[in-house]
């Protein structure tokens, strides 16, 4: 089976980079090194029905937030919401947790229903009502890794720059973090029935257009973000 394990060599990179050049964009990238890195884990560990769909869907996945950072830095057209992220980093006004979301919005709620859509297509129209299901497990099974992940992100990316953080996760225990992973549960069972909307449109234009609704949805949520 192939692993995932150049992309983390890639994401490593980047992460330096940006970390040497006081580049925002390590914040979000840092902290989905650790989540794929604990993804890497569960995979090796046989936790999924199908470690081969979901070792493939990380691959996919990740090419979605790689191909928007080359468009971005090459000036080329970026995925509007990218393109707000990667600006909100580059103009550093918000705080590092605003930017992580940020980034964990638009690579969720935007990028996986597309690399869900990519690996579902093909086969949906031939999968049982139990290879279907799961593939939804599979997909929820990752709630749980997500979660699991969130102090360490907290522990060692957020507070060493935001020490803030650590006061508030003092104050009030893992309620916080318990909020987010709640938050990014929330998101991906919408990333799903969206996946399957899209699943069930044949018309190219139909797409395009639910792709721009997504698109637009995304965006809202950011500017939610940015202003909180």
Not at 21 to 39: E, G, I, P
Not at 115 to 139: C, F, G, I, V
Request: aromatic share 10%; glycine share 2%; hydrophobic share 35%.
């Amino acid at each position: 089976m192939n692993t995932i394990d150049p992309v983390l060599t890639k994401m490593g990179q980047y992460v330096e980079k940006w970390k040497s050049s006081s580049d925002s964009r390590y914040v979000f990238l840092s902290c989905y090194q650790m989540m794929s890195t604990n993804m890497i884990g569960s995979i090796r560990n046989s936790e999924f029905h199908d470690t081969e769909w979901v070792n493939e869907l990380l691959n996919r996945f990740a090419n979605y937030y790689f191909d928007s950072l080359v468009c971005y830095d090459c000036g080329e057209k970026t995925p509007e919401v990218w393109l707000k992220a990667h600006k909100a980093c580059k103009e550093n006004q918000l705080s590092e947790l605003q930017l992580l979301i940020l980034g964990v919005n638009a690579h969720i709620n935007y990028d996986l229903v597309l690399a869900l859509y990519d690996m579902l297509q093909p086969e949906w129209n031939s999968l049982s009502e139990t290879k279907r299901r799961e593939r939804y497990e599979d997909h929820s099974h990752v709630n749980r890794i997500i979660a699991n992940t969130i102090d360490q992100v907290q522990d060692e990316v957020l507070e060493p720059i935001n020490p803030a953080l650590d006061w508030i996760d003092k104050l009030f225990g893992r309620m916080d973090e318990f909020l987010i992973s709640r938050l990014i549960a929330n998101w991906r069972e919408d990333v799903w029935e969206n996946t399957q909307k899209l699943l069930t449109m044949e018309e190219v234009e139909e797409k395009e257009k639910f792709r721009k609704r997504l698109e637009q949805d995304v965006l809202r949520i950011g500017d939610t973000i940015s202003i909180l």
